[in-house]
C-alpha cells in the first residue's frame, strides 16, 4: 500500500497533496500511515512529496525551455517565490542559476519500498508475538524530547539509557509496583508535524506519592497491544536487535496483519531477561493496536 501512495503521488505532484489524502489512498489511519511511510522511507511522506517535486522541477529546469512559473506550478508549487525559495534551500541556487550554469541532473528515480525491502523471508518466517489488553497504568521516570527525523531517536534515545543507567536513577523512583527490576521505555506524545515524541524512562508505580525533583509523573490509558519479543543476543548486540525488531514490525509484521497502529503509546519493557550480566538479553516491545 506504502508503494501505491508513492506511485499515486507521482501522478499528482501538480495538485495538493496532504497526509490525510495520501493515508487515505493507502487505506490507513492518518498515524499509522505516517509511523509505516516513515518507518519504510526514512522520511515523513511531505517531505518525501516536497523532495520530489524539487527533483521533478530541477530536471525541467535542466532540460526544458519552459517557464520557471509554468515548472513551478506544474510541480506543486503555489507562486513562483516559493518554488524558488525551497529550490535554493535543495540546491544551493536559484532555478534561474541552476539553468544558466547548464547543470544537468540525472532522472532522479521515485522511491521504490518494495525494491528497497524485499525480503524472501516475508510470508515464510513471521515475526512472533501475542495481543494483550493492557489496564490502565501509571509510570514515574524521566523524560526527554526527540525525534524520528535523521535518525536522531536511533542516536539519543540510547545516550540517554547510558545516563540514565550510569546515574542509578531506577533506584530513585518510589512506589514501585514490581519488586523486581520491571524498567519502560515509552513513546508518546507524537507530533505528526515535526517527527518530535516524549521519550520517558521510569517504572509503573501505585501512586505518585514523594516524587524527586526531576522526575515525572505520566498516566497511560487502557489500550491493546502487539507484544513482540527481540531475539537473544550477546549485550554488545543488544540496541542494533532492539531497533532491527522495530523496522521488521513496521516493514514485514504490520502491512499482512490486519492491523494498525492504534496513535497510542508504544514502549520497550527491560526486565530480568535484560540484565547486562547475562550471556544473551532480550525485551518486549508494545504496540498500540486496532482492527484495521
Not at 138 to 151: D, F, P, Q, R
Amino acid at each position: 500500500m506504502v508503494q501505491t501512495t508513492i506511485d499515486y503521488a507521482e501522478e499528482h505532484l501538480d495538485e495538493e497533496l496532504s497526509l490525510s489524502r495520501l493515508a487515505q489512498v493507502a487505506g490507513f489511519s492518518d498515524f499509522h500511515f505516517h509511523r509505516v511511510f516513515q518507518t519504510m522511507a526514512g522520511e515523513t511522506v511531505m517531505d518525501y512529496v516536497r523532495r520530489r517535486r524539487l527533483a521533478v522541477s530541477a530536471y525541467r529546469v535542466a532540460y526544458s525551455d519552459e517557464r520557471l512559473l509554468d515548472i513551478a506550478l506544474h510541480c506543486g508549487f503555489q507562486n513562483h517565490e516559493t518554488f524558488t525559495r525551497a529550490f535554493k534551500r535543495m540546491f544551493g541556487r536559484t532555478p534561474g542559476e541552476y539553468r544558466k550554469l547548464g547543470i544537468k541532473p540525472p532522472p532522479y528515480a521515485k522511491l521504490n519500498v518494495l525494491q528497497q525491502h524485499n525480503n524472501p523471508f516475508v510470508g515464510g518466517i513471521q515475526l512472533e508475538y501475542r495481543i494483550i489488553t493492557k489496564p490502565a497504568f501509571k509510570v514515574i521516570g524521566y523524560e526527554t524530547t526527540t525525534t524520528s527525523c535523521n535518525g536522531d531517536n536511533m542516536r539519543e534515545i540510547p545516550a540517554f539509557w547510558q545516563d540514565y543507567i550510569k546515574r542509578g536513577l531506577s533506584q530513585q523512583i518510589p512506589n514501585r509496583i514490581s519488586t523486581e527490576m520491571a524498567e519502560l521505555g515509552i513513546c508518546y506524545n507524537f507530533n505528526m508535524e515535526t517527527s518530535q515524541f516524549n521519550y520517558l524512562i521510569g517504572m509503573e508505580v501505585g501512586t505518585f506519592d514523594g516524587m524527586l525533583e526531576g522526575q515525572v509523573a505520566r498516566e497511560f490509558g487502557e489500550a491493546d497491544y502487539a507484544v513482540f519479543t527481540t531475539p537473544l543476543v550477546e549485550p554488545a548486540l543488544f540496541t542494533h536487535s532492539i531497533q532491527s525488531t522495530w523496522q521488521r514490525i513496521y516493514t514485514e509484521w504490520f502491512p499482512q496483519s490486519g492491523y494498525e497502529h492504534a496513535g497510542k503509546p508504544e514502549f520497550e519493557l527491560y526486565d530480568e531477561r535484560s540484565n547486562p550480566a547475562r550471556p544473551e538479553i532480550q525485551m518486549d516491545i508494545y504496540i498500540p493496536i486496532k482492527r484495521k
